[in-house]
Nanobody
Framework: QVQLVESGGGLVQSGGSLRLSCAPS????????IGWFRQAPGKEREGVSC????????YYAESVKGRFAISRDNANRTAYLQMNNLKPEDTAVYYC???????????????????????WGQGAQVTVSS
């Protein structure tokens, strides 16, 4: 059974930082593309950042470019989303997702399809106060 366990959410002031972690079990992390998505109250889920299983460049939504960084540590079977200079509009539930996808497929495809049948984590609340 595949499970993605997220951690690292919380409450932070505007301009602060948080790091989200995603630890999958039941799958080999190195063989999967990983994405971070978020859903704010009253809004649809959106792709924030995605990274493929190979060495390709990650994808970032325009709203987080230069502030967020996605990474993966295949040896420790954990993926991360480092979030810096957080803004109140970053407040949302953040989800990690995993999908077996060819490393030759543009990783943007994963992030632009937030309602696909990926493996999903349970979500982590991130709240940024002004």
């Amino acid at each position: 059974q595949v499970q993605l366990v997220e951690s690292g959410g919380g409450l932070v002031q505007s301009g602060g930082s948080l790091r989200l972690s995603c630890a999958p079990s039941g799958l080999t992390l190195s063989s999967y593309a990983i994405g971070w998505f978020r859903q704010a109250p009253g809004k649809e889920r959106e792709g924030v950042s995605c990274i493929n299983s190979g060495d390709g460049s990650p994808y970032y939504a325009e709203s987080v470019k230069g502030r967020f960084a996605i990474s993966r540590d295949n040896a420790n079977r954990t993926a991360y989303l480092q979030m810096n200079n957080l803004k109140p509009e970053d407040t949302a539930v953040y989800y990690c997702a995993a999908v077996a996808m060819s490393p030759f497929t543009p990783i943007e495809v994963m992030c632009r399809r937030p309602n696909e049948r990926y493996y999903w984590g349970q979500g982590a609340q991130v709240t940024v106060s002004s």
